[in-house]
């Protein structure tokens, strides 16, 4: 975890410290837009070491990860990333982590703030498995960049078992056994080639000096969310809540195999993805900009609707859940609307007591989900012969 005054690279000069979940990191190093070119080129870094880091090891590891989890994991090999979710018995989303192994041991990448709550519902979960969990946040950084190859940057992965700690996102297409329903022509995830690096804590001080010296360039979290947001990818701290289904923020992309074995949840993710649809949809949302607001998680989005005869009236659809100024699409957001709003609406948001018009960017359609070929019978009833 980061210290009390926050990640070395705090020091670096033009560093303002992000707030909320993002304390003990940079939310930028004094002027986001540049940050966001360079991170997108792969010539930058991210600082993420405030985030979580849980290790398994133990020979049953993957199977029984694998048993509780969305994604298939008994096969995984070492190097290979991949994502997996746990939900409750009802299909909700309740944990999100990006996984790695290295043959020897399991890393699970997550916000701190979930972890340990992670870390004891797994610890209730081993039964008599050969599995033991701990806390590696104090002994590995995760450090986020673009590029290519990492080491081009200068970082140097931890690699305890001989296997660098890379996690490359699989975001950028459809993992085998997932599904998309965004049916964009071209995804703009397909340019999101995000790593996560695991290096040392130790390590933190040289990339800062690094960084001090100009042979690394770094971004802020801004830089990070702006496109995010833009790549559509959600992220369990902010799209998530009590209610969430994979379904809505079009998470069976990467994160879900529809033909693995039975886990907790996966009776709920078999029936709305075959017979129903999500109750919500993800979308994007290009935002006015003229009253220089930036929407905030949790602000209202409206909707006006006209009744038969009547006249037409402004009702809540959704919620912002991420926004950011993006470089080139400038203020947009990313919010989860009742399934039911065409996409055709034009949306507001409510935000510091400003009407903000936001124009829609579809992600999750309102077809999305029941995709079995079920064919229709016959209405059974007394048939007359034909004389």
Known sequence: MTTPDGSPLLRVDGAVQADGRGAGVAAHYGNPMIEQRRLLAGDAIVDLSHHGVLGVSGPDRLSWLNSLSSQELRSLAPGVSTETLLLDPTGRLQFAMSVIDDGV???????????????AWLEKMRF????????????????????PEPAALGLEPAAPNGMPLVWRDPWSGVAAGGYQY???????????????????????????????????????LLAFEALRIAAWRPRAATEVDEKTIP???DWLRTAVHL????????ETVAKVHNLGHPPRRLVLLHLDGSDSVLP???????????????????????QITSSARHYELGPIALAVVKRAIPATSTLFVQSEGISIAAAQEVIVPQSAGSVADIPRLPRLG????HR
């Open 105 to 119: 041991e399991t890393y699970l990448l997550l916000e701190a703030a979930e972890l340990p709550g992670l870390q």
């Open 128 to 147: 008599m498995l050969r599995v033991e969990i701990t806390d590696r946040t104090e002994d590995y950084a995760v450090i986020g960049t673009m590029a």
């Open 182 to 220: 965004a049916d964009a022509p071209v995804h703009p995830g397909a340019t999101w080639l995000w790593s996560e690096v695991l290096v040392p804590r130790a390590a933190l001080a040289g990339l800062r000096e690094a960084a001090a010296q100009g042979s690394i360039a770094v971004a802020g």
């Open 247 to 249: 379904h809505e923020l």
């Open 259 to 266: 033909n693995k074995g039975c886990y907790r949840g996966q």
């Open 296 to 318: 905030v998680h949790g602000d209202e989005v409206w909707a006006d609707r006209r009744l038969p005869g009547g006249e037409p009236e402004r009702v809540p659809v959704g």
């Open 382 to 385: 007394i048939r007359t012969p």
